[in-house]
């Protein structure tokens, strides 16, 4: 399984970007996908997730409302549409993809076994 990242840039505070998450090699349909950020000097944090059914989305509180996660199975992408942004979202955000995770989980990247490369968003003030 690859999963490429792409979509990141600089945008001025309160802009929006996307993120694309394309996922090859497997059957996409069956695999969850979560983004994770990883700011400098700062561990890697949970994002978003989305199960393949649609079931389960979660979202970190602190993108609650800002941040939508979908996918189309169809094209074995998943976007992060990212709306209202803040320099403190500044990160390398990385895609991740599993099959067999669970909703409880979903949250940790320690349970995703396939990584994308990461793609990086600028937020200036």
């Known amino acids: 399984v690859q999963l490429q990242a792409s979509g990141g840039g600089l945008v001025q505070a309160g802009g929006s970007l996307r993120l694309s998450c394309v996922v090859s090699g497997r059957t996409f349909s069956r695999y969850t996908v979560g983004w994770f950020r990883q700011a400098p000097g700062k561990e890697r944090e949970f994002v978003a997730a989305?199960?393949?059914?649609?079931?389960?989305?979660l979202y970190a509180d602190s993108v609650k409302g800002r941040f939508t996660i979908s996918r189309d199975n169809a094209k074995n992408t998943v976007v992060l549409q990212m709306d209202n942004l803040k320099p403190e979202d500044t990160a390398i955000y990385y895609c991740?993809?599993?099959?067999?995770?669970?909703?409880?989980?979903?949250?940790?990247?320690?349970?995703?076994?396939?990584w994308g490369q990461g793609t990086l968003v600028t937020v200036s003030s």
């Open positions: 989305i199960s393949w059914s649609r079931s389960s989305i």
């Open positions: 991740a993809a599993d099959s067999t995770i669970i909703r409880s989980s979903m949250t940790s990247g320690e349970h995703y076994d396939y």
